[in-house]
């Protein structure tokens, strides 16, 4: 009932999530065999101040087409959209679920409903998960029908593992919100902390000496092409003896984050 | 073995940070029984009745809901208690049956017979949407989720809000209906003359404490001495006479020693339009135990 209620709340932003991901990965794939020979040109991209820069530029300016449109979708597809539109979902729709409950006073009916609070925040939370995750799956597979569109060829089982990834950050980003919404009692406070922390993890990304440090650098370029390329099998993205595991973290932090906002929930007193 | 009592609270209190709320309350309600709760606001009521529900945690003494502690057993305590929040809110954006289906499709068993008969009373426009109710329709809305549970014990925080006159009749007499099925209520309200027509026994909160039995006593006992007069224009009393207060009417409250039949009997006849005595009122109560408070601090009435 709880989940019944949650998707009703969140099913418009969900779509408008939805179409907005998709608005911004269709004209990025059809006007690939336009932006290709501009990017074949350029030499701004190849000569930049940071490394990272250069390393983009070098993937989608590569000789080779196909490895170009790949580190181009990995740029503009998942660098770009997943980290900027996931993140700004996971805030809108994660700032609500108890802290406008709060604002509404409707927070004290629901508690005194015979239903445990981690039944409550689990109701709440996995109707929100996959309205989030769901989308990020759905574009990335109309991307491979769009990519035939133009004669180009994005392999299905790299692109859902790059989805699998970028899942899980948002998923990330769900989880800390879900906390802070727990924790505030006003949703435009709980968006102003998670924003803030979100600005300024972007700052610090855009820092040379202190990116590694940001948690953009675990869904960037550099994590991404390879994802793409085929060159990181699923055992590196989740064993951490095989290779970085940056999805597990990702998952671990998320997990964290939802284990913090149960436990809040039951100190809770409305 | 006799069955535990619907609420047994021994030295309950509760604090938020330096602020104590509730000090050190003792109560025991019976199964059955209808207990008011009465104070000003910031009393403590609400804080006890969500103590009672385990949406607070109390910060000591020792607390059973119908035999149950609900710190640790709190789901099964709001499985067996129906609970009416003071600051009632209600999810705007569904519809006043979407809202029920919601709110009662938690509980184990509803009554449907009492919930048809709460709607019919109510006449609530189910199909519309809850943000096109007045206050008073939500209260209405909150009130059937909260009394169509077939639950234990109700704990009902100021169930009259908002409604009108007509409407507090017809709660009285639903939750007289409650009673009579042998149902436990603890409930608080401000509509006094109405809670004291309902309750078996009432109980004075003010300032997170219960007002000791033996005060309310002596309070019940000086408000039968007072007789209240409305005298004809230009009458006076005799100058001997100890006027209480005036209300905003004109009507004297008036403290007489002895029977105030033999007082009465003893003004001239053409004194008085409107003369009642015998009968305290609980407002009345409800002033003389403040005052009284305010007295012992040193405070002017």
Known sequence: ?270 | MSEAPAVALRGLTKAYGDRTVLRGIDLQVARGEVLGLVGPNGAGKSTLLRTLVGLVARSGGDVSVLGMDPAPNSLEVRHRTSYLPGETGVYLQMTGAQFLAFALGFHRRIDAARRDALLAGFELPLHARVRSYSAGMKQKLALVATLAPDVDLYLLDEPDRALDASVRLFLRDALVALRAAGKTIVLSSHHLAELETLADRLEFLHDGSLIAAQRLADARARLRRWTRVRLRAGAALPPSTHVERRERDGTLVVETEGDPLVWIRSLPADTFDAVECGTSRLEDLYRVLLYADRDDRGGAP
Not at chain 1, 53 to 60: E, H, N, P, S, Y
């Open chain 1, 1 to 270: 009932m709880i989940a019944g209620k949650t998707w009703r709340e969140i099913r418009w932003m969900a779509l408008a999530y939805l179409v907005v991901l998709e608005l911004l990965a269709v004209p990025v794939i059809l006007l690939w065999p336009d932006i290709y020979p501009d990017l074949q040109r350029s030499t701004l991209l190849r000569n930049p101040g940071m490394d990272w820069v250069k390393r983009i530029g070098d993937g989608v300016g590569n000789r080779d087409e196909d490895v170009a449109y790949r580190a181009w979708c990995a740029i503009m597809l998942f660098f770009r959209s997943t980290n900027l539109v996931c993140t700004a979902g996971a805030v809108l729709l994660g700032t609500g679920l108890f802290a406008r409950e709060r604002e509404a006073q409707t927070l004290e009916f629901l508690l005194a409903r015979p239903v445990s609070r981690g039944r409550i925040l689990w109701q709440k939370t996995w109707p929100t998960a996959v309205a989030l995750v769901v989308p990020i799956f759905l574009v990335n597979a109309s991307a491979i029908w769009w990519s035939s569109r133009i004669e180009m060829e994005l392999p299905f089982a790299e692109t859902m593992r790059a989805s699998m990834h970028a899942a899980a950050f948002t998923l990330f980003f769900l989880a800390t919100t879900t906390w802070v919404s727990v924790k505030c009692r006003v949703q435009a406070h709980v968006a102003a902390w998670v924003g803030a922390a979100a600005v300024l993890q972007i700052g610090v990304y855009l820092t040379q000496r202190i990116r590694p440090y940001s948690l953009f650098r675990l869904v960037d370029f550099d994590w991404y092409a390879p994802l793409l390329a085929g060159n990181l099998p699923l055992r590196h993205m989740f064993d951490p003896t095989a290779g970085p595991a940056f999805t597990s973290w990702l998952l671990l932090g998320a997990s964290a984050f939802w284990f913090a906002a149960w436990r809040a929930l039951r100190r809770l007193e409305p």
